[in-house]
C-alpha cells in the first residue's frame, strides 16, 4: 500500500566554495601557482602586492565591508539581474593577449607521436601499397608500451568488418612483419618472449646471443623463474656461458614503446618542494616555499568605483546597476580568493610544525632509523585538524631537508613493538629488510622465513607473511626471482 509523508532529515552537503577550498588545500606549490595566476587574470578587483607595497597590512575585512557590502544591501540588488553588455575583446582583459599568428611562430618543440614515428618509418618502406595499407591498420593496434596484442585473424575479422575488403591471413600477417622490423627493435610483438627475441635477432649473432635466443625460444618458462640448473644441463653451458647469456638479455628493453611514451618531447618532471626544513644551531626553521606565490590584495580603484555607483540608490539606472552587481561580485569573490589562499598557508604551516615535533630527530640527523611512529591520527590531534584535512595536506607535497627532499606522507609509519616492549617505526625494520637483500648471497636468495628470523635475532618478532608485505611494499621479489648466478 503507497502512503504519502512529509518527513524532515538533516545531510551534510558541501559547497561549491567548499569544494575549491579541499583542491586548493591538495594543490602543490606549482599547481597554486597556476590557480592563483589564473585568479589574477579572471578577475579584475584582484591585483598583486608589488614593490615597497608588498609587506603592507592588506585592508581589514571590516574596512572592505563598510565600503562595499553596506552600499550594495541598502541598494536591495538581486543576482537574477545581474547582466553584462561589455563590448571590450575578452583578450584584452588577459595579459597574454598574444593574436593566433604570434602563438604559431612561439618556438615550441613539437612533440612526436610513437604512433607518428612508425607512420613515418613505414613510408619509407617498398612493401606494396596493400601491405602498406594494412601496415598502417596494424600500427593503430599498437599499444602504448609497443605490444600489439591482437592475432592476425582477429585482425583480418576486425579490418573486413570497417572496410569491406577481403584479405588473406597471410597478408595481415606480412604487415605485421613489416611493422616488427621498424625501430624500436621489438615493436609489435605480440608478447614478452617475442620482444626480446626480436631485439636478439637484430644483434651481431655472438655465441651469448644465439645462446640466449636458444633458451628464450625454447625454455622461456624455465628463464623467467630463474631455473638455472636446468637450463645449463639441458644446453650444455657452462656457468660463464649462462652469466653471458643473462648480461646479453637484461640489456634489451622490455617495453619498446615506453621510451617514447607517446610524445619523443616529453622532459623529466622536476620536484618543487612545498616545505623547506632547516637545522641551524640545533634550532629547526621551517618555511613555505611561497617565494613565487604572491601576496594579494583588493584593487582600490574598484572599491571606489563601486562606493560611487552606489551613493545613489533612487532612480539607478540598468546599466549602472548591472556594473554595481558585477563588481560586487568580483569583489567578493577576491575576498573569498584572499581568504582561502591565508588558509591554507597557515593549515600548511600549522601542519608541517606538528611533523617537525614528531619526527624532530630525524630532520637535526637525517638518520631514517630515528623516524617514530605516526599516523595521520597523531597529527590531526596535534594541531585540531580533521583527519582528512591531514590527508589532503600530506599528499603529493614534498619537504625540502638538510639531508634530501622527501615525499610528506613518508613520514608517517605504522609501529611495531620489539621485544623490550618498546615501540619503533616500521620504517627502520624496512630498512634492516632491505640491508639484508643487499647483503645477501644471491646465488641463495635469504627466503621470507630467514628473514623473519633475522629480524627476531634484532629484537623484532614479526610473523612471515608481515615479511612478505613489507618485502612486496618494498619492490623486493621472492627469493626464486632474487638469484643469480
Known amino acids: ?55 603592507e597590512e592588506l585592508p ?16 536591495d540588488f538581486s543576482m537574477s539581474d545581474y547582466k553584462t553588455d561589455d563590448d571590450t575583446p575578452s583578450y584584452k582583459l ?37 601491405v602498406e595499407e594494412l601496415a598502417e591498420y596494424v600500427i593503430g593496434n599498437i599499444d602504448h608500451d609497443g605490444y600489439l596484442r591482437r592475432e592476425a585473424e ?38 614478452l618472449q617475442q620482444c626480446l627475441l626480436l631485439q636478439l635477432q637484430r644483434k651481431k649473432q655472438t655465441p651469448a646471443v644465439v645462446n640466449a635466443i636458444k633458451i628464450l625460444d625454447g625454455n622461456f618458462d624455465d628463464f623467467s623463474k ?25 640489456k634489451l628493453n622490455p617495453k619498446p614503446g615506453s621510451s617514447l611514451d607517446s610524445s619523443m618531447g616529453s622532459t623529466s618532471v622536476q620536484i618543487i618542494p612545498d616545505f623547506i626544513v632547516e637545522c641551524e644551531d640545533d634550532e629547526i626553521i621551517l618555511s613555505l616555499n611561497d617565494r613565487n606565490i604572491p601576496e594579494l590584495r583588493i584593487s582600490q580603484d574598484y572599491v571606489d568605483q563601486l562606493e560611487m555607483l552606489t551613493q545613489s540608490k533612487k532612480g539607478m539606472s540598468e546599466d549602472r546597476m548591472n556594473a554595481a552587481l558585477f563588481i560586487k561580485q568580483k569583489v567578493d569573490a577576491a575576498k573569498w580568493f584572499i581568504s582561502s589562499v591565508k588558509q591554507r598557508q597557515e593549515t600548511l ?44 595536506v600530506s599528499n603529493s607535497k614534498y619537504v625540502m631537508t638538510d639531508f634530501g627532499v622527501f ?17 619503533v617505526s616500521n620504517k627502520e625494520i624496512k630498512k634492516i629488510l632491505e640491508e639484508c637483500v643487499q647483503n645477501e648471497d644471491k646465488r641463495s636468495p635469504l627466503t621470507d622465513d630467514r628473514l623473519s628470523d633475522i629480524l627476531k635475532e634484532h629484537g623484532y618478532v614479526i610473523a ?15 627469493a626464486s626471482l632474487r638469484k643469480e648466478i
Open 464 to 478: 612471515r607473511r608481515t615479511v612478505a608485505k613489507y618485502r612486496k611494499q618494498l619492490n623486493i621479489p621472492v
Open 349 to 392: 604551516r600549522c601542519t608541517m610544525q606538528a611533523i617537525i615535533s614528531k619526527q624532530k630527530e630525524f630532520f637535526k640527523t637525517g638518520d631514517e632509523t630515528k623516524l617514530k611512529p605516526m599516523v595521520l591520527k597523531d597529527i590531526a590531534n596535534a594541531t585540531g585538524f580533521d583527519i582528512s584535512t591531514i590527508s589532503r
Open 407 to 423: 615525499l610528506l606522507k613518508d613520514f608517517f609509519s605504522e609501529s611495531m613493538t620489539t621485544e623490550d616492549g618498546e615501540e
Open 1 to 55: 500500500m503507497l502512503k504519502q509523508g512529509l518527513q524532515q532529515s538533516l545531510q551534510q552537503k558541501l559547497s561549491p566554495l567548499q569544494i575549491q577550498m579541499i583542491r586548493m588545500l591538495e594543490s602543490t606549490t606549482l599547481e597554486m601557482e597556476e590557480r592563483i595566476q589564473q585568479e589574477l587574470d579572471e578577475n579584475p578587483v584582484l591585483e598583486e602586492v608589488e614593490g615597497e607595497c608588498r609587506r
Open 226 to 250: 630463474k631455473h638455472y640448473d636446468k637450463i645449463m644441463k639441458k644446453f650444455n653451458l657452462e656457468e660463464e656461458d649462462l652469466r653471458n647469456v643473462v648480461s646479453e638479455i637484461i
Open 154 to 191: 582477429s585482425m583480418v575479422d576486425d579490418y573486413m568488418f570497417q572496410t569491406g575488403k577481403q584479405i588473406a591471413d597471410e597478408k595481415m600477417r606480412e604487415a605485421v612483419a613489416a611493422v616488427q622490423s621498424l625501430e624500436p627493435a621489438g615493436i609489435g610483438a605480440c608478447n
Open 60 to 75: 581589514s575585512e571590516t574596512e572592505e565591508h563598510d565600503v562595499t557590502d553596506s552600499a550594495y544591501d541598502d541598494a
Open 94 to 130: 588577459r595579459d597574454d593577449n598574444y593574436s593566433e599568428e604570434d602563438r604559431r611562430d612561439s618556438p615550441l618543440a613539437e612533440s612526436v607521436s610513437l604512433h607518428d614515428l612508425l607512420h613515418d618509418q613505414l613510408r619509407l618502406k617498398n612493401i606494396g601499397k596493400e
